[in-house]
């Protein structure tokens, strides 16, 4: 695919949660690719230490640690963020982890906790501090939430990742109304069914799933992580500096 360029990127920084692998890994490097300093945060240091390896071509590129559902770790990733680099430009809530699925009534008090902070909580986290870090010069802040907080699981056992992700965007929306007289511009992706490891692999384990997921994209096939990032970094760049409160279905025609 063409990549758009944004020279305004250049030299800024940009925090990519979740961006070991996936999405987060296609928008850090679709960053690092326009010049900025980018920082990926994760939890898992060996996966870190591979997407480090794959951006050595794509430009600058650091790791911090995070469990973007604990408060005190997301301030440090923040603070430690803005000592080292100066600023924070961007902010590209990414990471998200969540409890075992189940149907609603067959589903454990601690799975339904689990998902609701890993995908819902841990982006007030982020959000919260990010918005104090760029108050002064401004910034831009996209959230990943999901055609999943757009309508109900298609499948059994996803309710509470939906109603996480369907809070992603009411936070979202309501977060940027606050902000939208200030220098931070606040908006949200909404990727359908994307090519990522989780997606992939459930789609070789099950192919009558595999069939069902093509089938309800009119697309006729899933996305590519980089057709996400490049919706971020569009929500990111200049050109979009009207768009607030912005939730912008990635999809190949699912929502349609």
């Known amino acids: 695919m063409t990549r758009a360029t944004y020279p305004e990127m250049r030299g800024k920084v940009a925090l990519v949660t979740g961006g070991s692998s996936g999405i987060g890994l296609a928008t850090a490097a679709a960053f690092a690719a326009q010049g900025a300093r980018v920082v990926i945060a994760s939890r898992d240091q060996r996966r870190a230490k591979a997407a480090l390896k794959a951006l050595e071509k794509s430009g600058d590129a650091k790791w911090l640690e995070v469990d973007a559902?604990?408060?005190?770790?997301?301030?440090?990733?923040?603070?430690?963020?803005?000592?080292?680099?100066?600023?924070?430009?961007?902010?590209?809530?990414?990471?998200?982890?969540?409890?075992?699925?189940?149907?609603?009534?067959?589903?454990?008090?601690?799975a339904w906790r689990k998902t609701i902070d890993g995908y819902l909580t841990s982006?007030?986290?982020?959000?919260?501090?990010?918005?104090?870090?760029?108050?002064?010069?401004?910034?831009?802040?996209?959230?990943?939430a999901s055609v999943d907080g757009l309508r109900g699981y298609p499948f059994p056992g996803g309710a509470a990742y939906a109603a996480a992700k369907h809070g992603v965007v009411g936070l979202t929306r309501s977060a940027a109304l606050e902000q939208a007289a200030t220098k931070v511009r606040i908006c949200a992706v909404c990727p359908g069914w994307i090519d990522t490891p989780p997606v992939a692999n459930w789609m070789k384990r099950d192919r009558a799933v595999a069939q069902v997921i093509v089938k309800q994209t009119p697309r006729g096939r899933i996305g590519e992580p980089a057709e996400v990032a490049a919706a971020v970094l569009w929500l990111c760049s200049a050109g979009a500096s009207f768009a607030v409160g912005t939730v912008l279905a990635i999809d190949g025609g699912y929502m349609a």
């Not at 963020?81 to 454990?108: C, I, K, Q, W």
């Not at 982006?123 to 990943?144: H, P, Q, R, W, Y």
């Open 123 to 144: 982006v007030f986290f982020c959000m919260s501090l990010e918005i104090l870090a760029m108050a002064k010069a401004g910034g831009v802040i996209v959230n990943n």
């Open 69 to 110: 559902a604990d408060a005190k770790s997301v301030r440090r990733l923040v603070s430690t963020v803005v000592e080292d680099l100066g600023r924070l430009d961007y902010a590209f809530n990414n990471g998200g982890s969540g409890g075992h699925g189940a149907p609603v009534g067959a589903m454990t008090e601690d």
